[in-house]
């Protein structure tokens, strides 16, 4: 039966949750749920639609992180986020470099990022889905590319989010002939289509797990004098398995992102702190206390982001997040795909751009979160940039501290503090409004925006929900296998 949005079920029925930032993404996964596949499985499916369906969210030339727990499966982190170069940069100046700046504009505020070929940073997507499919998933991974496939070369239905989002990123889509004529149909109501991307996932299903990471490929995304990757660099690219964060909140464990990325250690430390406030405004000081101690804990980002959740009938949870940053404005010849540009973030290069430690694993704001309570389970995550901290620590703190139904912890309206400023969505009480007022300059937004993060969410125990953040036009799905 259903209530407000969330499906209880009776005992020995076999159901599943998925929640994606597109329908089409998210009917992938339920697509290999009904088939038989597991979570992982389904997680899989859902990352090669959201080439498709995400073009400017997610891509193989990007990076993420994959949070995986079940009956039968451990916690771990799967980390396949971007290396930076081997190249020393120590004598390296951007200006001589295909490296320059542009601005995004979200309506009430915008961003500066860098894009150009010197912007990208090794991908590690394709390693993800590789390490995935052979640590976790059971079925073949042509089967599991099927559905992307056949929607890249049939086409898709732009919808009004997609747009948006194509005008936002306006710059990266007019920075070449090639993306342009690439993006130039992302347009609401118009048909998209990508043949040389449903080429490229064909390819990837039936091939060896390296073959991205080799020759002839791989020369196509650093074969550039204005590109500071190099085959080294794709020849030592791995995945990585970690262990996650793990933080205990009552009768609740909450298993995060760990480090070397700091999104996850700065939820854990809003959680925390928020547990010692006695204030009235737990959430706003919780939020002060940890933008005061983030440089401490290296803060960094990645913004063109999405994520995925999903729930299967044997108990396993998978939280997916991915990033190709904002695009380095370069399409990978022959491939249909556009670069990151991590490299080209300000806020992704703490000590100023060009000046990494080469090699290195570089850090990310993404945190794919699991929460796992006697009753109930919760697989969330959320793209935003590094709004994705404070997204994630107001729905935790809304299912642990008190006790909302996801739909409610979703939908409810969001605040961000940071540089001494706190923006907020409508919906806050006047006398909230006041309070924060008197404590900081408060930026009070119109409407509800992706600004704030899309936190895609499942529940499974007690209660069976799928909930698909609004904010980015999300889809939640429930059904029975």
Known sequence: MFYNGEFYKPLNMQTYAVAAGHPLTAKAAEDILQQGGNAYDAVIAAVLMSF??????????????LLAAGPEQAPKLLDFF????????????????DFYPISGDFGDKTQEFHIGRAAAAVPGVVAGIYKTHEKLATMPLTLLARPAIQAATKGIEINSQQAFVATI?????????????????????????????AD?????????????YRQPLSDSMYGSKDCLLQSVDFHNYQCIVREPLQLQCGDYQVLT??????GGLLIAEQLKHHRQLTSD????????SMEKNKQKLLNTVSRGTTHISVADHLGNLASLTLSNGEGNGHIVPGCGFMMNNFLGESDINQEGFFNWSSGQRMRSMMAPTLIRHPENSYALGSG????????IFQVANRIINHNSLLKTAVEAPRMHFEDNHLDLEPGFAAAEISH?????????????????????????GETLAAVGDFRRHGCGLVGLK
């Open 52 to 65: 498709v369906a995400e073009p400017l969210l997610s891509s193989p030339g990007g990076g993420g992180f």
């Open 384 to 391: 935003g940039s590094n709004r994705i901290k404070t997204a």
């Open 281 to 288: 405004y737990p959430v706003f000081n919780a939020m002060v």
């Open 82 to 97: 971007s290396n930076t170069p081997l190249i020393d940069s120590r004598d390296l100046k951007p200006s001589d470099w």
């Open 257 to 262: 992102n760990p480090y070397p990325s700091t």
């Open 200 to 212: 490229f996932l064909d390819t990837l299903s039936k091939s060896h797990h390296d073959w991205f």
């Open 436 to 460: 924060y007022q008197n404590e900081t300059k408060v930026i009070q937004w119109q409407n509800n925006n992706l600004y704030f993060g899309g936190v895609n969410a499942v529940q499974t």
């Open 169 to 197: 990123l306006t710059p990266v889509i007019n920075a070449t002939k090639q993306a342009s004529v690439l993006y130039q149909s992302l347009k609401q109501g118009a048909v998209w289509k990508n043949s040389q991307l």
